[in-house]
């Protein structure tokens, strides 16, 4: 009748109780770090899913220090994701050219993590070949327990979508003998990772594991209210769910129509107005190639030059982005404008909504937005509506 969290509470508080714990403590809520973590991650040498892997993706934990040291001794492409992936899913480290020993030693620290990396996002073309990550507690079956906040199994269903793992992609864990413990099959859910290899201080078990890995990410679980609070978390997801819309799969959420059918109408009349003030030009877009494009005309009656409106400043637009691909993308995270002032041109767009309560809240849901591989720079635009104009900067 044990819990998940009945079993992590139990293995904290024995490696705290029996002086296996080691820094940072107390590691209660952590993914544990443990004495012997070090010999146990020198094991994976020792493996030829390691020997033959040329990129490695290493959860940032403590303990898996002495995996991302060893991959980067062996010279191997080595990911490590953003810490709570608040800004994106991977950082690739990247050592300087004739790194010493102990530059690597630092490396594949947390501090090197944020010194020697460069950003890898949905559209990096990752390619990982073995897969690295940090227990509580898990069973010889394979079956994993991580510290309750799930993003281990996030960061996999991640690169399910984005291709960057096949379903034959082992998966590895570093732990202490003594977080080896039998763990229910009832407590493990369909996004729960599971492993192939356990390495220890003093064993490597093959798992040979039968249950199915994650899929990718399993929206129509997702309540509505979940999906929200976790974009404040985890602001690339709304980028992932974007782009697999965009291939045809089903992301619905589990009460998403029961929500949409008690909101307001207002995301509707605002989508209906940048239609009609955006239409005549579409047309065009393809004679105005090297020139501004603004995808509007005059002010339409309904706006009736209002000092209320309010301009959002959309940048860092990829050339190979449409006008319509952003308007999709805007209607998909409910921030649609009255109106559309395309400048592909110059990569960005500038958005008018009817007031800046509005406009705040657009900047708020298109935040962490990529397309075309670029995370969009959103904010309010610093120069706003002047009697009834958008003021922009033209070229001459």
Same mark, same amino acid.
């Given at each position: 009748?044990?819990?998940?969290?009945?079993?992590?509470?139990?293995?904290?508080?024995?490696?705290?109780?029996?002086?296996?714990?080691?820094?940072?403590?107390?590691?209660?809520?952590?993914?544990?770090?443990?004495?012997?973590?070090?010999?146990?991650?020198?094991?994976?040498?020792?493996?030829?899913?390691?020997?033959?892997?040329?990129?490695?993706?290493?959860?940032?934990?403590?303990? /898996?220090?002495?995996?991302?040291?060893?991959? /980067?001794?062996?010279?191997?492409?080595?990911?490590?994701?953003?810490?709570?992936?608040?800004?994106?899913?991977?950082?690739?480290?990247?050592?300087?050219? &004739?790194?010493?020993?102990?530059?690597?030693?630092?490396?594949?620290?947390?501090?090197?993590?944020?010194?020697? #990396?460069?950003?890898?996002?949905?559209?990096?073309?990752?390619?990982?070949?073995?897969?690295?990550?940090?227990?509580?507690?898990? #069973?010889?079956?394979?079956?994993?327990?991580?510290?309750?906040?799930?993003?281990?199994?996030?960061?996999?269903?991640?690169?399910?979508?984005?291709?960057?793992?096949?379903?034959?992609?082992?998966?590895?864990?570093?732990?202490?003998?003594?977080?080896?413990?039998?763990?229910?099959?009832?407590?493990?859910?369909? !996004?729960?990772?599971?492993?192939?290899?356990?390495?220890?201080?003093?064993?490597?078990?093959?798992?040979?594991?039968?249950?199915?890995?994650?899929?990718?990410?399993?929206? !129509?679980?997702?309540?509505?209210?979940?999906?929200?609070?976790?974009?404040?978390?985890?602001?690339? /997801?709304? #980028?992932?769910?974007?782009?697999?819309?965009?291939?045809?799969?089903?992301?619905?959420?589990?009460?998403?129509?029961?929500? /949409?059918?008690?909101?307001?109408?207002?995301?509707?009349?605002?989508?209906?107005?940048?239609?009609?003030?955006?239409?005549?030009?579409?047309?065009? &877009?393809?004679?105005?190639?090297?020139?501004? !494009?603004?995808?509007?005309?005059?002010?339409?009656?309904?706006?009736?030059?209002?000092?209320?409106?309010?301009?959002?400043?959309?940048?860092?637009?990829?050339?190979?982005?449409?006008?319509?691909?952003?308007?999709?993308?805007?209607?998909?995270?409910?921030?649609?404008?009255?109106?559309?002032?395309?400048? &592909?041109?110059?990569?960005?767009?500038?958005?008018?909504?009817?007031?800046?309560?509005?406009?705040?809240?657009?900047?708020? #849901?298109?935040?962490?937005?990529?397309?075309?591989?670029?995370?969009?720079?959103?904010?309010?635009?610093?120069?706003?509506?002047?009697?009834?104009?958008?003021?922009?900067?033209?070229?001459?």
């Amino acid at each position: 009748g044990a819990s998940k969290q009945d079993v992590r509470e139990k293995v904290w508080d024995y490696l705290e109780a029996s002086g296996l714990a080691a820094f940072p403590r107390p590691v209660h809520r952590r993914i544990p770090n443990f004495q012997g973590s070090h010999q146990a991650c020198c094991s994976i040498k020792e493996l030829d899913v390691f020997n033959k892997a040329r990129e490695i993706k290493v959860d940032p934990d403590k303990p /898996l220090e002495g995996v991302r040291l060893a991959a /980067l001794q062996a010279r191997k492409t080595l990911l490590v994701p953003t810490p709570r992936l608040r800004t994106g899913l991977f950082n690739r480290i990247v050592p300087p050219s &004739g790194a010493t020993k102990e530059i690597l030693r630092i490396c594949a620290t947390a501090q090197g993590i944020k010194e020697y #990396s460069v950003p890898v996002g949905l559209d990096g073309k990752a390619r990982v070949d073995l897969v690295v990550v940090g227990s509580v507690a898990v #069973s010889e079956k394979g079956w994993r327990i991580g510290k309750g906040e799930g993003y281990a199994d996030m960061e996999y269903a991640m690169m399910v979508s984005m291709g960057a793992v096949q379903e034959d992609t082992p998966v590895i864990t570093i732990v202490h003998d003594c977080q080896v413990v039998d763990i229910a099959e009832e407590l493990l859910d369909d !996004h729960d990772l599971t492993v192939d290899y356990i390495l220890t201080p003093t064993r490597t078990i093959k798992t040979n594991c039968k249950r199915p890995k994650p899929q990718g990410i399993i929206w !129509h679980k997702a309540s509505y209210l979940c999906y929200c609070e976790m974009l404040e978390k985890i602001p690339i /997801l709304k #980028s992932l769910r974007y782009r697999e819309k965009q291939t045809g799969k089903d992301v619905t959420l589990r009460d998403e129509h029961s929500d /949409l059918a008690n909101a307001t109408t207002a995301a509707a009349s605002n989508e209906e107005a940048m239609a009609e003030n955006t239409r005549p030009q579409a047309a065009m &877009g393809s004679a105005q190639t090297g020139r501004r !494009h603004a995808e509007s005309d005059s002010l339409s009656p309904r706006l009736g030059g209002s000092a209320m409106i309010t301009t959002v400043y959309v940048g860092n637009i990829p050339p190979s982005i449409r006008v319509s691909e952003l308007k999709c993308a805007l209607r998909e995270f409910r921030a649609t404008p009255l109106r559309l002032n395309w400048q &592909g041109a110059q990569h960005r767009a500038f958005l008018d909504y009817k007031d800046k309560a509005t406009a705040e809240s657009a900047v708020s #849901s298109l935040k962490g937005l990529s397309l075309g591989g670029n995370t969009l720079r959103v904010e309010l635009a610093k120069n706003q509506r002047n009697k009834g104009q958008v003021e922009i900067n033209s070229q001459k």
